[in-house]
C-alpha cells in the first residue's frame, strides 16, 4: 500500500503542487487564535506519553469516541493514558472521510515521522515510538514551536486571569511571541445573577478598583485591557451565540448594572440592551488601542445538559445554532462605525448557510489604508475541515478580497495541531492551482503564488501590528 501521507497529499495537478513546495511549505505560522494553555508555554513542558500531548484536552477526539461507542471513562474518565490511546486507535480506522482522519495522521507524520495508518493493530507500536521521541530535548513545548517555525502565538484568557505565565513569558527564551488574548464573555450574562455578580468580584480583585458602579464595572474592564496590553496583547475575542440585539445607553445600562448587582430579575431587553452597550464600550477602547476583534458567532453550546452536568463545558457536546445572526451583527458595527470606533475585526460564522451574508457584511465597513478591516475568518470549529474551508475561501473570493485574508488559525487545545496550517495551505493552493490549470485565474505562478505566501503568514502579521 503506497504511504497515505506524502509529498504532494491534498494536491492534484502541476500548478497546485508548484504553488504548495514553492510558496507555502516553508512560511512561517502566525497562530493568532488558540487554547493553548499559558502554563505549559511558560513551563516548556515536556510531554511523558501520546496522551498527554495529543488527547488530554482534544474534545474533536472526544466526540469522535463517543460516536463510536466508547464508554466516557476513555475520553474524560478515569482510565489510564495508555487505555485512552487504544481507544482512540480503535475508533480512527472508523473516522474515514472525518477530518480526524486526516489530522491524526498528519500529526504522526510531522511529529514522529510515522506513516503507519494508526488501528489497533498498529496502537502499541505507534505509542511506543511517540512515547520515546516525546523524551527528546527538541519535543518540548519550546522544540515544537521551534519545529514548525510558529513566530506568534495568541491564547485566550479571560479579563480576571492572572496572566501570571504570560508574565514568565515576557524575555524567555520561548521561540515564539506568546500574547493573551482578552475573552470577556462573562462580563455580558447579566441573565445570571449569580454567576455574574460572582465573575465581577473576581474582576474587581484583579483590576484592584471597587465596583460599585456601572462607571467602575467599565473602569475595571479597561484596567484589565491595559495589563493584558503590557503582556503583548493585541487582539479580544468573543464568543457569542450571536450578537445583543439592541445597545442601551449609558443610563440605561447604569440601571441594569446596578439591578444585576443586587441580583434583582431582569427582563430580556434589558439583558440584551446591557450585552449591546457593554459589546460597544469595548469596541471602542480595541479601536484606541490599534487591536483586532474577533467574534466567534452561531455556536450553541453544552447541548447534552447530562454530559455538561456530569463533567462540564468544552468536552464536545456543542451544535451549530441556527439563530438569525445578521441583524443584530449588522447593529453591533454600523454603531461603532458611525461612532468612529470600529476596530479591525474578524468575523467567524459556524453556520454555514450564513457565509454569503457574513462575506457582504465584511464589505460594508472599510477604511483608507486597512486593507481588509473587516474580514472573514477561516472555517471555525465544524466547518474547520475541507469542506468548510472551501466553502469559506470560495464565499470571500466571491465577495471580497482574497488577497488579505488573514488566513488559518489551530483554535485548540493540543501541542500537535500546528499540522493544520499546513492542512489549511494545501487545500488553498489545490484550489488555486486548479483554478490556474481550467483558465479560471492566471496560469501565473509568480503572481498568485505572491498571494499564497500573504494568506499563509505575511496578511496575519501586519493585520494584528505584528509584523
Known sequence: MSQFIHQDFLLRGVAARNLYANYAADQPIFDYHCHLSPKDLADNRRFKNLYEIWLEGDHYKWRGMRLHGLSERFCTGDATPREKFLAFAETIPHALRNPLYHWTHLELARFFGIHELLSPATAEGIWEKANSMLAQDDM??????????????????????????????????????????????????????????????????????????????????????????????????????????????????????????????????????????????????????????????????????DLFNKVGADVGCDSIGDVQQIPSLALLLSELSARGELPKTILYNLNPSDNYAFATMCGNFAEEGIPGKVQFGSGWWFLDQAEGMQWQINALSNLGLLSHFVGMLTDSRSMMSFPRHEYFRRLLCQLLGDDMERGAIPNDQEMVGAMVKNICYGNAAQFFGQA
Open 140 to 305: 518540548s513545548s519550546w522544540g515544537i514551536l521551534e519545529k514548525f517555525q510558529v513566530k506568534f502565538i495568541g491564547t485566550t484568557d479571560d479579563p480576571t486571569d492572572s496572566l501570571e505565565h504570560h508574565a514568565r513569558l515576557q524575555g524567555s527564551a520561548c521561540p515564539a511571541k506568546v500574547a493573551p488574548s482578552f475573552r470577556p464573555d462573562k462580563a455580558l450574562q447579566v441573565g445570571n445573577a449569580d454567576a455574574w455578580n460572582g465573575w465581577v468580584d473576581a474582576l474587581e480583585a484583579a483590576a484592584s478598583i471597587s465596583v460599585d458602579s456601572f462607571r467602575s464595572f467599565k473602569e475595571a474592564l479597561e484596567s484589565r485591557i491595559d495589563h493584558f496590553a503590557k503582556l503583548g496583547g493585541c487582539t479580544a475575542d468573543h464568543g457569542l451565540a450571536r450578537c445583543p440585539l439592541s445597545i442601551a445607553d449609558d443610563a440605561a445600562a447604569g440601571v441594569i448594572f446596578d439591578k444585576a448587582r443586587s441580583k434583582q430579575s431582569l427582563s430580556s431587553d434589558e439583558i440584551e440592551g446591557f450585552a449591546g452597550n457593554i459589546m460597544a464600550f469595548l469596541g471602542g477602547l480595541y479601536h484606541k488601542r490599534g487591536w483586532v476583534m474577533q467574534l466567534h458567532l452561531g455556536a450553541i453550546r453544552n447541548v447534552n445538559a
